[in-house]
Nanobody, 123 residues
Framework: VQLQAFGGGLVQAGGSLRLPCAASGRTFSSSTMGWFRQAPGKEREFVAL????????YYADSVKGRFTISRDNAKNTVYLQLNSLKPEDTAVYFC?????????????????WGQGTQVTVSS
């Protein structure tokens, strides 16, 4: 699976962004898809994941109620909708695929990664 995330940018606090992640490869539709982020000087952290059918979603406490993950298997795309953005959401956002379909928050369980897209939230 090859992944490409885009849609990042500069937004004011309280604003919104939508991050698509386009995938190629046969295993996308059977993979758990996750979003992670990494701020300067910090570890890459879990943001959200969605099961392969899209029936189950999980979120980090810091984004619950503000971010929404979704997927369209017909388009081989997973999305992350970011609402009510805060300056502390500033980071590079990565999409990732777990071909085993586990629902893990750990970055070590993900086999494929996109290149990341920068989200900057100004106060």
């Amino acid at each position: 699976v090859q992944l490409q995330a885009f849609g990042g940018g500069l937004v004011q606090a309280g604003g919104s962004l939508r991050l698509p992640c386009a995938a190629s490869g046969r295993t996308f539709s059977s993979s758990t898809m996750g979003w992670f982020r990494q701020a300067p000087g910090k570890e890459r952290e879990f943001v959200a994941l969605i099961s392969w059918r899209g029936g189950s979603t999980y979120y980090a406490d810091s984004v619950k109620g503000r971010f929404t993950i979704s997927r369209d298997n017909a388009k081989n795309t997973v999305y992350l909708q970011l609402n009510s953005l805060k300056p502390e959401d500033t980071a590079v956002y990565f999409c990732a695929a777990d071909r085993d379909g586990s629902r893990s928050y750990s970055k070590y369980e993900y086999h494929y990664w996109g290149q990341g897209t920068q989200v900057t939230v100004s106060s």
